[in-house]
């Protein structure tokens, strides 16, 4: 990490947050005129008021508006105190997506490439202490072959700029994740890093790792749940030792509070502290040992969803309100954990899954990685010059894409390293792992990721149909197999439920062959169900097929003992772009967008709960 800024914002002894959500002004650039019409400086010619934090696109009512490719603004006015004149001052913002320019009084004062993860921009030299400072940043929502997600951007015939995604799910942009003024001291705690040993006699060390810009001395403390110091240490490498030591488990959370004090012992008293950082950590121990994923030693089994930051008129802006609603949903289902389908989740988010002991698969944003077929828009363009091209066959994406790729796998990793919750990193979603073009890539990319966790979590990435046993290439440098299946919906539907059903064990067989030491999740499968549609017998889109369907893919996992996980796509109905296969969306949720159970809701919680 680069500045303290880039931790998770808490209020301590040295540190203060002024937070900057609200209503901001904004408007499109299709002219990309702004910086050069004087915008940063001088305000927005007639904005229009834009709720930060949210994706604007749901917020507009005509077409034009909410299909928006291209450059948009916001800006807002902040007072900035002058009694925080001795600290660095920062705008941090939770998330802008998908790349964004920030101007403080018409200086530009940072960029940032990828939607998100969070970033900083240090602004002491150009703000007025103890005034009005006014903040405008120019956001960016095109896609590209060498954008984390991937896709294409193509124009109308009128010229309009128009995206197309290479995802199935809606390309929500905007400031969708809270915008803070933090000052932190000139000395800080920039980062951290810990990692565990658990020891038979019940006692355990937390080995820290913590990083500062500057000289001074460190001292750690750990504290229990009920605010009892537990454990010191001095130095900026160190290990604090407990006798009996509280784990973290599935659904079961337990969370120390680590402090880490910056301290000049020249002085006395407080004084002496120079910077104090504080955060809540887990103790537990995550490995792959053949075909079992162990937490703590012990086997789990992942039983859960994949999940969307979606939801009616927020879009992928952070709501509070849904994300505790769908843990209340979650564990009413007997769900133990879920993938961050398809880029990195709110800091929030995880958090709630720390203190609910939910198992995560953190996933980096590198979704796309195919000429997707439901690109509509990509497959009528006859002058895209990437058309009858294998994605990795492209000389941008070996080396554009893949510097991207690895920028936003060190943001990712840096971002969550601390979190108990998340168990594997998942690096790519669905990528075209059958094309001997994506091997080079593919070797790249894990062996960069494996030198960036202390704790060293398993790698994995979501293998596609497309990609079926035997035809993927790269499945070697995963420590897990994770694959998408959707026997029975997208392959031999219908009456066909059975024949899906022997196509599904064909494959799972070769792929027992194949990888014969490695543990299996099933991170997606599922069929579109239109809640409130019955029929008997049942039909494609029907309540009572979604039951069947999942039915008949249980008792395939329920075959093999090298499968340890099922993730259901999705939990909730969410927003794509539009399409021939889609009705307002992608109805796979069990769950209804507004977060009402379907049937498939239940027989998931007869099933889990017995597990």
């Known amino acids: 990490m680069t500045d303290g800024a880039l931790l998770y914002p808490r209020v301590t002894a040295t540190r203060r947050i002024q937070d900057m959500d609200g209503m901001w002004g904004f408007r499109f650039d299709p002219a990309g005129e702004g910086e050069r019409n004087g915008w940063p400086k001088d305000g ?5 008021p834009m709720p930060v934090p949210a994706s604007f696109n749901d917020i507009v009512t005509d077409k034009a508006s909410r299909e928006y490719a291209g450059d948009f603004w916001y800006e807002t006015d902040v007072l900035v105190p002058g009694e925080w004149r001795d600290k660095d001052l920062y705008l941090r913002f939770d998330a802008a997506t998908h790349r964004a320019d920030v101007f403080v009084n018409g200086t530009h004062v940072g960029s940032h490439e990828g939607g998100f993860t969070p970033f900083a921009v240090r602004i002491d030299d150009v703000v007025r202490w103890n005034g009005r400072n006014h903040v405008a940043v120019r956001v960016n929502n095109e896609l590209s072959h060498t954008s984390l997600p991937a896709g294409t951007t193509g124009t109308l015939p009128d010229g309009t700029p128009i995206n197309g995604p290479y995802f199935d799910f809606f390309n929500y942009a905007g400031l969708q994740r809270p915008v803070r003024l933090i000052a932190v001291p000139k000395e800080a705690v920039t980062g951290y890093a810990t990692t565990y040993d658990i020891h038979d006699d019940g006692s355990a060390d937390v080995r820290y790792d913590v990083e500062t810009n500057g000289t001074h001395a460190v001292e750690a403390r750990l504290y229990d749940a009920d605010g009892v110091m537990v454990a010191q240490a001095s130095g900026g490498q160190g290990v604090l030792h407990m006798t009996d030591a509280h784990l973290w488990n599935v659904r079961a959370a337990y969370l120390y509070r680590i402090e880490f004090t910056i301290v000049d012992d020249a002085t006395s008293d407080e004084a002496r502290i120079i910077d104090r950082y504080d955060d809540e950590i887990g103790i537990r121990t995550v490995q792959v040992e053949g075909r079992r994923i162990l937490v703590n030693g012990k086997p789990v089994h992942l039983k859960g969803f994949r999940r969307h ?12 309100a849904v994300i505790a609603r769908d843990y209340a949903l979650m564990e009413w289902t007997g769900a133990n954990s879920f993938r961050t389908s398809h880029y990195p989740y709110s800091e929030e988010d995880l958090r709630m899954a720390d203190r609910e002991g939910f198992l995560v698969i953190d996933e980096c944003a590198a979704v796309g990685f195919m000429a997707s077929l439901m690109n509509f828009i990509d497959a009528a363009n006859d002058s895209n010059p990437h058309r009858g091209r294998g994605f990795f066959d492209d000389p941008d994406v070996q080396e554009r894409t893949l510097a991207v790729h690895k920028a936003a796998l060190r943001e990712l990793f840096e971002r969550d390293r601390n979190h108990p919750s998340v168990i594997m990193w998942s690096l790519m979603n669905e990528p075209d792992s059958a094309a001997e073009s994506a091997v080079p890539y593919f070797e790249e990319i894990f062996a960069t990721a494996r030198t960036l966790d202390p704790q060293h979590r398993p790698l994995t990435y979501t293998n596609l149909m497309m990609a079926a046993a035997g035809k993927d290439r790269c499945h070697r440098f995963a420590d897990v197999i994770c694959l998408n299946r959707y026997y029975g919906w997208y392959v031999q539907g219908e009456y066909q439920l059975a024949g899906a059903e022997k196509a599904f064990i064909d494959e799972m067989d070769r792929w027992m062959e194949l990888e014969p030491d490695k543990p299996f999740v099933f991170t997606e499968y599922g069929a579109d169900t239109e809640a409130g549609v019955h029929k008997l017998p049942s039909v494609q889109w029907s309540e009572e097929y979604q039951c069947e ?6 008792r395939v996992f329920d075959r093999y003992d090298a499968v340890v996980g099922e993730q259901v796509w999705n939990l909730c109905d969410f927003q794509t ?7 307002d969306g992608n109805r796979k949720g069990v769950f209804t967008r507004d977060r009402q159970p379907k049937a498939a809701a239940f027989l998931l919680k007869r099933r889990w709960e017995t597990m």
């Open 44 to 48: 927005l010619p007639d904005p229009r």
């Open 549 to 554: 369907y999942l039915e008949m893919q249980h």
């Open 309 to 320: 930051e979606d939801s009616i008129v927020n879009g992928r802006g952070e709501n509070l």
């Open 577 to 583: 772009g539009e399409g021939i296969m889609r009705v």
